[in-house]
């Protein structure tokens, strides 16, 4: 098994160097007078796009439920992310 900076053990907290933290957003994003658009595999395709930006960015998705005109997203993330970069990514 590859060590890694970023570990989540079965108690819920992540140890980094030096600091124990536990940092989960819960994010949702609406579309546009909430109009009813991401359905007929457009979910799908958000669903696998913020899967692989957890990959790359090395954060958590603990829980994502992709509705018609909204998302929800609660990510685990190190604690060098700010709510501001979470949005940005």
Not at 10 to 25: D, E, F, I, P, T
Not at 63 to 70: F, G, N, Q
Request: a positive charge; hydrophobic letters at 40%; aromatic letters at 12%.
């Amino acid at each position: 098994m590859k060590k890694d900076m970023f570990t989540i053990n079965k108690n819920g907290l992540s140890y980094g160097r030096g600091y124990v933290y536990s940092l989960q957003y819960h994010l949702v994003w609406c579309t546009k007078y909430r109009k009813k658009v991401l359905k007929d595999g457009i979910d799908v395709e958000c669903k696998e796009m913020l899967e692989s930006l957890a990959q790359e960015y090395k954060f958590q998705i603990l829980a994502m439920e992709v509705m018609p005109d909204h998302i929800h997203l609660l990510v685990d993330c190190r604690p060098q992310f700010y709510i501001s970069d979470m949005i940005k990514i």
